[in-house]
């Protein structure tokens, strides 16, 4: 996800906060540890400190490091030299070298093997990289910016993460807040992501309806923004009318956990439109069934004109 410049988007006074933070840290070329839960917009907050920063005409690399074996991790970090091993049949620029001049975001770093941690750790202190399979060590000059949805304080003392190089990554740390705790962003998010979803798929724009919009709006996200963006794109991939409405979104945002989850918390309802659309799509379906599928007869059980009965069927997707 590319989220531009997030002070035209964010605007619940938790995010603002934490992206004048990340303005100012974004200034020198400090190392930034972001944590947060799964989804959250980490590497939002990456992306705005890269392009806040000097060095944001360089490159901005990422690596997620869960997403690749243990055997892999070196090599995608470090680069080798033909013949370093069996299949390395040519040069291999590594990533921490590919960034110079620029940002690398580690996602996830808390997957990174001790090993690895360890060839990190002396790179980032020496400033400096040798390839696998070479002896020539080179330099390089790039930000690092550090993600994890683990509490790595305490895998420090657990020893489960080195802490040298927990030191070296949290010069400066910020948590990033789950979305539930600046659910005042949902609407502008939202908007955004259908923007995107509308001009991937070559669709005109789809505004949200009022009712798609309080559904969003009453549900917890515990997915976060990736959930929020990936229920967005269902909704703009499935939408039939002109509008994005509540029937549109994925079905586990009416039925997931509601309000803030917490014992005194107060009860969320569901929209009142959406509540009715579903009854008059279920009457409906119902109807059908009873009439062996002729619409007209249809229609006339539950009492409604076949004009809008027909009109209804193509909006709720019946036929």
Wanted: with cysteine; hydrophobic share 45%.
């Amino acid at each position: 996800m590319s989220l531009g410049d997030p002070t035209g988007v964010v605007i619940d006074s938790v995010m603002v906060r934490m992206y004048e933070l990340l303005r100012k840290l974004a200034g020198g070329d400090i190392s930034v540890l972001l944590l947060g839960e799964t989804g959250a917009g980490k590497e939002f907050a990456a992306r705005a400190v890269h392009a806040w920063s000097r060095r944001a005409a360089g490159p901005l690399l990422a690596l997620n490091c869960a997403a690749l074996p243990e055997s892999l991790m070196e090599s995608e970090l470090f680069g080798y030299v033909k013949g370093a091993f069996t299949g390395a049949d040519r040069n291999k620029l590594g990533l921490l070298e590919a960034a110079c001049g620029g940002t690398l975001f580690l996602d996830e770093v808390g997957e990174l093997s001790l090993g690895a941690q360890a060839k990190l750790l002396r790179a980032i202190d020496a400033r400096e990289v040798t390839r696998i399979g070479d002896v020539t060590p080179r330099p390089v000059d790039f930000r690092l910016v550090a993600a994890s949805n683990r509490d790595l304080a305490a895998e420090r003392v657990r020893r489960q993460f080195r802490e040298d190089l927990y030191y070296r990554l949290a010069a400066a740390t910020v948590t990033v807040p789950p979305l539930r705790e600046h659910s005042g962003d949902i609407p502008a998010l939202a908007r955004m992501f259908v923007a995107r979803a509308c001009g991937a798929m070559a669709r005109s724009p789809l505004p949200l309806s009022d009712a798609a919009m309080q559904l969003l709006l009453s549900y917890r996200f515990p997915g976060n923004v990736r959930e929020l963006a990936n229920a967005i794109d269902y909704g703009v991939a499935t939408a039939a009318g002109d509008r994005i409405e509540s029937w549109d979104l994925p079905a586990g945002l009416g039925t997931g956990e509601p309000g803030s989850g917490e014992p005194g918390s107060q009860a969320r309802f569901q929209p009142i439109a959406e509540e009715i659309a579903a009854l008059e799509k279920r009457r409906m379906t119902e109807a059908l069934a009873v009439s062996g599928g002729n619409q007209s007869e249809a229609a006339k059980l539950i009492g409604m004109p076949r004009r809008t009965f027909v009109r209804k069927m193509r909006q709720y997707r019946l036929c």
